[in-house]
């Protein structure tokens, strides 16, 4: 694994320990943190395997174009639209006073978040 790849997933591992710190803290003032940290967990992951192969991901906090970009590398990465999608919705507004902030969403936040870099994690074992 080359550098850039395990130093994003280590950035990606610590922003899911922020959110679940938050969640175990309070979900319900933190949510905002919560869902920051998960669209960043995700946005990372992804980004680290663009890494993983050379790719140099642009800056952008945008999951759906790099859910694009990994498509057309491999298709395995599709059924992980939805979950894009719902970390974008709420996720990448976190830091802006007039998001909307459901702290009953919070957990599914994490799960996603969780699924997509464990899913990167073995994309990016199964090619090494």
Known sequence: MNEPTRLILVYAASDLRMAEMAIQD???LLAHQVYWHCQQAAEKAMKAALYSRELQPTKTHALLSLLKWLTELD???????????????YGAGANYPDALHVPSYTS???ERAQGIVAF????????T
């Open 26 to 28: 309070n979900p319900i």
């Open 75 to 89: 298709p395995a990465w599709a059924p992980w639209k939805e979950d894009c999608l719902f970390l974008m919705e």
């Open 108 to 110: 599914e936040m994490l």
């Open 120 to 127: 990167t994690r073995t994309w990016i074992d199964g090619a």
